[in-house]
């Protein structure tokens, strides 16, 4: 009798944890009340395919830097995914992109070559660093609604390319996500 009990306990753990993780499409995800896969994939889609037609008619050479992108909504939303994902597609199609994140180190490696103590032929030349001509940037707003017993949220995902010589705005995009779910709110 135990043995058949500790046979049942062990089936019904691993049928529970075979069970527990399905991965999926993020693309084709339904989407729910919280920010997530769908809200992601078609901000990054969407910008990529607006800002990548925009870049290709342009003139010269972009060194486009990514700024913030700011959350103002009460969700927690990491915005660096949509950042990253938005850069790496572009990066695959041949725009450029400034990383200031090291660029203290990349000094540092610069004055020490000058120093004498690393090989010239391997040290690091000073006057290749490259500024950014752009600045890419923007925000996530939401307006909230409880009319009844729905709850009702508009999310605003805009961003922003700005020439940093001229100050002029060259490229803005927005999308929208509109959801609207039963709630057991008592009080609004």
């Known amino acids: 009798m135990k043995r058949f009990s500790v046979f049942i306990l062990l089936a019904a753990v691993t049928a529970a944890g075979c069970?527990?993780?399905?991965y999926r499409d993020?693309?084709?995800?339904?989407?729910?009340m919280e920010w997530g896969a769908k809200e992601i994939k078609a901000t990054v889609n969407k910008m990529v395919d607006s800002l990548y037609r925009h870049l290709k008619d342009s003139e010269g050479t972009a060194f486009i830097e990514v700024k913030?992108?700011?959350?103002?909504?009460?969700?927690?939303?990491d915005t660096k995914i949509i950042s990253d994902e938005i850069v790496t597609q572009l990066i695959q199609k041949r725009f450029r992109f400034?990383?200031?994140s090291y660029t203290d180190e990349a000094v540092k490696e610069m004055e020490k070559g000058m120093t004498g103590l690393i090989d010239p032929e391997s040290a690091v030349p000073t006057g290749g660093l490259v500024s950014p001509n752009y600045y890419l940037y923007g925000e996530i707003r939401e307006n909230m609604q409880y009319p009844g017993r729905t709850q009702k949220q508009?999310?605003?995902?805009?961003l922003t390319l700005s020439n940093l010589k001229t100050g002029v705005i060259e490229w803005q995009d927005q999308q929208s996500f509109y959801k609207v779910s039963a709630t057991t709110r008592i009080s609004h």
Not at 26 to 32: F, N, Q
Not at 68 to 77: D, L, P, Q, S, V
Request: glycine share 10%.
């Open 26 to 32: 993020a693309a084709e995800d339904k989407g729910s």
């Open 68 to 77: 913030k992108i700011r959350n103002r909504t009460g969700e927690h939303i």
């Open 98 to 100: 400034i990383d200031r």
């Open 154 to 158: 508009y999310i605003v995902v805009t």
């Open 19 to 22: 069970a527990g993780t399905q």
